[in-house]
């Protein structure tokens, strides 16, 4: 085996690590594994004798790599990824896909992504190496071009931001799963009471149909369980999954994904509804754990 046989060897351990950090800072799924590429090209040039930590390094340069393309998205601003819901993560109902566990480590449902993509490059950068990935500020801070103070300082202000906008879900799953069908029981049925039983008073419903339209938003129980009575009609069958590690559900028509719907659960109630529906795409979706 020669030197570069080996340094790729050492790259694909991280390579799912590496996935993961740059999902959740681009919340798309195609140009994260664009920056685990080009993490993989600089490592490549670079001289590995001198690096010391592997992991700690391809991170920071992932991290870098997600920031110029963050930064470089907020430059076009006729760019309209950030009016557009993140790409989901699909996984069985039964939550047994490992990939699909891997790549969220931990709870980065739908709701928060949303979140995160209101953070400017530099907080969702500084939010999201520290507060899930444990990177020290210290390896932050020359990332961003700022001082350790003011790399926490960033971290501090989206960690508020976060606290404020996104809602931490309830984490049994078989309660999610039973408040979804609830939901869609209440729905097919035309059950408009039902409807507005299982939702928050304050829930928010996050439709993304593509073209112009664009990401669109409906508050409040009775409008959105309005809205739902609006789409039940709408044919094909619903498969259960779990969209980002929460209940969901993926809508199929001629074999085909038609739409895929988050739920948000606090407290026993759909605080969030995220609808994913963009035919350009729901084509580029990978739905071969759902069977």
């Known amino acids: 085996m020669d030197e570069r046989e080996f340094l790729a060897g050492e790259f694909e351990k991280h390579r799912v690590h590496l996935r993961a950090v740059a999902y959740r800072m681009l919340g798309s799924l195609a140009e994260a594994d664009d920056a685990v590429q080009e993490s993989w090209f600089r490592l490549s ?20 790599v997600c920031l110029d393309m963050l930064r470089s998205r907020t430059a076009r601003r006729e760019d309209p990824l950030e009016e557009r ?65 003011a790399a926490r300082q960033l971290a501090s202000r989206a960690r508020r931001r976060v ?30 009471e039902a409807l507005v039983a ?37 044919g094909g069958e619903s498969r259960p999954a779990r969209i980002n590690g929460t209940a969901g559900v993926v809508g199929i028509l001629d074999g085909r994904a038609k739409s895929v719907l988050s739920f948000t659960i606090v407290n026993g109630r759909i605080a969030a509804i995220d609808i994913f529906a963009d035919p350009a795409r729901l084509a580029d979706l990978d739905l071969t754990a759902l069977g």
Do not use: C, K
């Open 45 to 64: 040039r670079s001289d590995a004798d001198a690096i010391e930590n592997l992991g700690g390094w391809l991170t920071t340069v992932v991290g870098r």
């Open 198 to 234: 299982v939702l928050d008073p304050d829930v928010v419903l996050r439709a993304d149909v593509g073209g112009p339209t664009g990401l669109t938003e409906v508050h409040g129980a009775e409008a959105v369980a309005g809205r739902a009575l609006m789409f039940r009609h709408g």
């Open 85 to 149: 819901l993140p790409d989901p993560v699909i996984g069985p109902a039964s939550g047994a896909d490992p990939e699909h566990e891997a790549l969220l480590a931990d709870s980065v449902g739908l709701a928060l992504l949303v979140v995160l993509q209101s953070l400017t490059p530099a907080e969702r950068l500084a939010f999201v190496l520290h507060d899930t990935f444990a990177v020290p500020f210290e390896d932050i801070a020359p990332i961003i071009g700022r001082s350790p103070a």
């Open 163 to 192: 606290r404020g906008s996104a809602p931490v879900p309830d984490r049994d799953p078989a309660r999610q799963r039973e408040i979804v069908e609830a939901f869609q029981a209440a729905a097919q049925y035309g059950d408009f």
